[in-house]
């Protein structure tokens, strides 16, 4: 059995997933560490194309062909108490891991849950598929749910179909039903990115009632710096397939220690910061360039062609070097920023 600490639910170490097609490959995932603690969340943050969901994806065991881990643990300690390599665990027992011990929702409930069943029916399908328990108790664990995540009439909503739901109650739906048999680990790609600003604050204000309420884990995939300060306790940040960052949220927005992030807590609009002292509206600051194709990836540091500190040492590129307590960047110039 792998070691694993006794306050840590998940570890993933080195995991590397790659996409191939004839003699291309797509190193989508290369090296990912990080671990996920008891009752806590980790954001993993980055731009469209960096490998964050491909992460989420891989600890799921949900890839798509050509996309296959090659290399790396993802190490998972489960209800009783085992400890799980799950890129390596059997398909069928995978089967048993995911609703019951880990669950995930996703960016767009529309695209997730079944149109053709009510809310009820797939929440109960969801309870029968991990318990033996009757409908009629399945029933009633659904409606429970539907009362947890804070949907008004949920005797009423379990007989609605998906698109009788607004965006937001739809988002609060998949969270039921991701919930419905007490995960540990709760695994969040994008869920509030479809939704306006006021719904937003309400979902992440649901996941910190819920995670302190059911005491779960929650591994959070977005791209938005903003929301991962209302809700993380630790930080991943990715770029091009590898972690470039990683601290505590207070230490990453105190002191960045890479360039990318930096820039990207510079995107982020602030009322106070962008204006001029006449008063006047100051332009955002937006990184240069674009995420380089994952095919055709720069020797070297990845972010080296859109960085204004780039050296010749860039030319290669490191690893993740310790920049500060459990601060760790993979920029050579880390301790002059």
Same mark, same amino acid.
């Given at each position: 059995?792998?070691?694993?600490?006794?306050?840590?639910?998940?570890?993933?170490?080195? $995991?590397?997933?790659?996409?191939?097609?004839?003699?291309? /490959?797509?190193?989508?995932?290369?090296?990912?560490?990080?671990?996920?603690?008891?009752?806590?969340?980790?954001?993993?943050?980055?731009?469209?194309?960096?490998?964050?969901?491909?992460?989420?994806?891989?600890?799921?065991? &949900? &890839?798509?062909?050509?996309?296959?881990?090659?290399?790396?643990?993802?190490?998972?300690?489960?209800?009783?108490?085992?400890? $799980?390599?799950?890129?390596?665990?059997?398909?069928?027992?995978?089967?048993?891991?995911?609703?019951?011990?880990?669950?995930?929702?996703?960016?767009?409930?529309?695209?997730? !849950?079944?149109?053709?069943?009510?809310?009820?029916?797939?929440?109960?399908?969801?309870?029968?598929?991990?318990?033996?328990?009757?409908?009629?108790? =399945?029933?009633?664990?659904?409606?429970?749910?539907?009362?947890?995540?804070?949907?008004?009439?949920?005797?009423?909503? #379990?007989?609605?179909? @998906?698109?009788?739901?607004?965006?937001?109650?739809?988002?609060?739906?998949?969270?039921?039903?991701?919930?419905?048999?007490?995960?540990?680990? &709760?695994?969040?790609?994008?869920?509030?990115?479809?939704?306006?600003?006021?719904?937003?604050?309400?979902? #992440?204000?649901?996941?910190?009632?819920?995670?302190?309420?059911?005491?779960?884990?929650? $591994?959070?995939?977005?791209?938005?710096?903003?929301?991962? =300060?209302?809700?993380?306790?630790? /930080?991943?940040?990715?770029?091009?397939?590898?972690?470039?960052?990683?601290?505590?949220?207070?230490? !990453?927005?105190?002191?960045?220690?890479?360039?990318?992030?930096?820039?990207?807590?510079?995107?982020?609009?602030?009322?106070?910061?962008?204006?001029? @002292?006449?008063?006047?509206?100051?332009? !955002?600051?937006?990184?240069?360039?674009?995420?380089?194709?994952? &095919?055709?990836?720069?020797?070297?540091?990845?972010?080296?062609?859109?960085?204004?500190?780039?050296?010749?040492?860039?030319?290669?590129?490191?690893?993740?070097?310790?920049?500060?307590?459990?601060? #760790?960047?993979?920029?050579?110039?880390?301790?002059?920023?």
């Amino acid at each position: 059995m792998s070691e694993l600490p006794a306050d840590i639910v998940l570890r993933v170490d080195d $995991l590397r997933t790659h996409f191939e097609a004839g003699d291309r /490959v797509a190193k989508s995932v290369d090296g990912v560490s990080f671990d996920v603690r008891r009752g806590e969340t980790v954001a993993v943050v980055g731009e469209s194309g960096s490998g964050k969901s491909v992460t989420s994806l891989s600890i799921m065991r &949900l &890839l798509s062909a050509p996309g296959r881990i090659v290399g790396g643990d993802i190490l998972y300690r489960a209800s009783d108490d085992r400890v $799980l390599d799950l890129a390596k665990l059997p398909e069928k027992a995978m089967r048993g891991i995911r609703g019951r011990e880990i669950a995930m929702i996703f960016q767009e409930p529309m695209t997730s !849950l079944n149109p053709l069943y009510t809310i009820g029916d797939q929440i109960m399908e969801m309870v029968q598929l991990h318990e033996p328990v009757s409908r009629a108790e =399945a029933r009633r664990r659904a409606k429970r749910m539907l009362e947890l995540v804070e949907i008004p009439a949920a005797d009423r909503r #379990l007989d609605e179909y @998906p698109h009788q739901m607004s965006g937001g109650m739809r988002q609060r739906a998949m969270i039921a039903l991701a919930l419905a048999c007490n995960p540990k680990l &709760l695994i969040a790609d994008e869920p509030t990115t479809a939704l306006d600003v006021t719904i937003q604050a309400q979902i #992440l204000d649901l996941l910190r009632r819920l995670q302190a309420e059911i005491g779960m884990s929650i $591994l959070f995939i977005t791209h938005n710096l903003g929301v991962v =300060a209302e809700i993380a306790h630790d /930080v991943v940040v990715m770029y091009a397939g590898r972690v470039v960052e990683k601290a505590s949220v207070d230490a !990453l927005f105190d002191n960045q220690k890479h360039p990318y992030t930096r820039g990207l807590l510079a995107c982020i609009p602030n009322a106070t910061r962008d204006r001029a @002292p006449t008063g006047e509206r100051m332009r !955002l600051n937006p990184i240069p360039g674009s995420v380089p194709s994952i &095919l055709a990836l720069p020797a070297g540091c990845s972010f080296a062609p859109r960085c204004s500190l780039v050296t010749s040492e860039c030319e290669s590129n490191p690893s993740l070097l310790v920049a500060g307590p459990d601060h #760790l960047s993979r920029c050579w110039r880390h301790e002059t920023l």
